[in-house]
């Protein structure tokens, strides 16, 4: 089953504009990753939060993590017609429960140039 | 370094036979995961193995299973196909520690059950 639920499940935008994708999960977690996967290819890693960090960047993403709201956003700044994918949040939950992450369902995002 | 190897990427099999999936990790990591992925489900954990130890697995039947050598590398095998096997099965490897690392995916193998 899915822990987390990623909102929108579409966007489509102008290249240039910023993007920001959303995730919500329902247990605690030791981190929450973000993924990116073009046309059912593998996933590619943006960027890992851990649970005790509030905000990271990494070039042009910025992710923030709330836990006591059990949420994630992931903004991509001045996007680019190559940054169109489908965008995962993935949560640890850690625990006994090793090696596994829990993905929500996706953000399908579109850049027209 | 190289990133993580999957073979074969494409594979075409018919209800009831068997596969083999093969990955390889990033050099160093000692930490394989499985993972399923169909337009329904989505996402879903199979089963991850650290030193050669099924250490966690996901809600799959036992037609589902793993195994990982003393080198890393990792197979996981499904016998008995169903057609809703057909999926894009992904690895992922990490360092290992509980909770702490990421986890590097590889390209995927593409399986199609006929």
């Known amino acids: 089953s899915q822990q987390g639920e990623e909102d929108p499940q579409a966007l489509s935008i102008q290249e240039g504009e910023n993007a920001t994708m959303n995730c919500s999960y329902k247990?605690?977690?030791?981190?929450l990753q973000w993924y990116r996967q073009n046309s059912g290819r593998g996933l590619v890693h943006l960027i890992l939060?851990?649970?005790?960090?509030r905000e990271k960047h990494s070039g042009r993403l910025r992710v923030t993590l709330d836990t006591s709201k059990k949420s994630s956003s992931l903004l991509i700044t001045a996007s680019r017609a190559a940054d169109t994918a489908s965008y995962f949040c993935?949560?640890?939950?850690?625990?006994?429960?090793?090696?596994?992450?829990?993905f929500g369902q996706g953000t399908t995002l579109q850049v027209k140039p | 370094k190289a990133g993580v190897t999957q073979t074969p990427r494409y594979l075409i099999k018919t209800r009831g036979q068997q596969v083999t999936l093969s990955c390889s990790p990033i050099?160093?990591?000692?930490?394989v995961s499985w993972y399923q992925q169909t337009p329904g489900q989505g996402l879903q954990f199979l089963f991850e193995?650290?030193?050669?130890?099924?250490?966690n697995k996901g809600n799959f039947p036992g037609r589902f299973s793993g195994r990982q050598f003393s080198n890393s590398r990792s197979e996981m095998n499904v016998s008995t196909l169903e057609l809703g096997d057909s999926a894009l099965y992904l690895c992922?490897?990490?360092?290992?520690?509980?909770?702490?690392?990421?986890?590097?995916f590889g390209p995927g193998t593409r399986l199609t059950v006929l």
């Open positions: 247990t605690s977690i030791n981190n």
């Open positions: 993935a949560t640890d939950p850690g625990s006994s429960n090793t090696g596994k992450l829990i």
């Open positions: 193995y650290f030193s050669e130890t099924q250490r």
């Open positions: 992922a490897s990490s360092l290992g520690g509980l909770g702490m690392y990421e986890q590097f």
């Open positions: 050099s160093g990591h000692r930490s």
């Open positions: 939060i851990r649970s005790n960090e």
